[in-house]
């Protein structure tokens, strides 16, 4: 692959999965962070990785971590953006610990999670893909208890239900965070 054809692929890839996320955010009624989702992967330290390792089947942040042992352009990403759980890690004198996200977030990384599995799968997503991947992942994963059981109680909704009735759950869900700064789950 020569250099346009990896900065097209790349600028392509990011277009595509922010517009996917930015129509899931607004059909939970987040406009703002529908908006604003990702939008640090236009700056030119995270382009720039995107540029240089755009494969096409991966993350390039994965594959910039595999040929130089750590990912610069994540540490810019998940230092700026709140739905990730990463953005989350604080540290005092006993070592590192997550913190509670605020559901909005928690929303949003949903969003964020059914539009990358869509995008990968293509054909063979469904609705518990996005619940797959996490399980597939939790164990190198350092949630909040709370946060970690309402990201599963979305995923699983979705399973169960189909992402439709997840997202109308989580508009109503946000508007009873925004009243009483909770949610329940049922
Ligand atoms: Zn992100």
Known sequence: MNQSQKIIGHL???NRHKAKVTSLCFRCGLIKQGLLHDLSKYSW???K???KYYQGYRSPID???EAEGC???WLHHK???KH???YWLDH???GIFPVKMPFNYVAEMFCDRTAASMTYLKDKYNDSSALEYYRKNQAITMFHPDTEKQLVYLLEYQRDHGLDATLKKIKSMLSEFRKTGTVTLD
Do not use: P, V, Y
Request: proline share 0%.
């Open 12 to 14: 392509s890839t990011i």
């Open 45 to 47: 330290e995270e382009l």
């Open 49 to 51: 990785t995107g540029f």
């Open 63 to 65: 594959a910039q971590k």
């Open 71 to 73: 990912s610069t352009s």
């Open 79 to 81: 230092g700026r953006n």
């Open 84 to 86: 990730h759980w990463e």
């Open 92 to 94: 005092n004198k006993d």
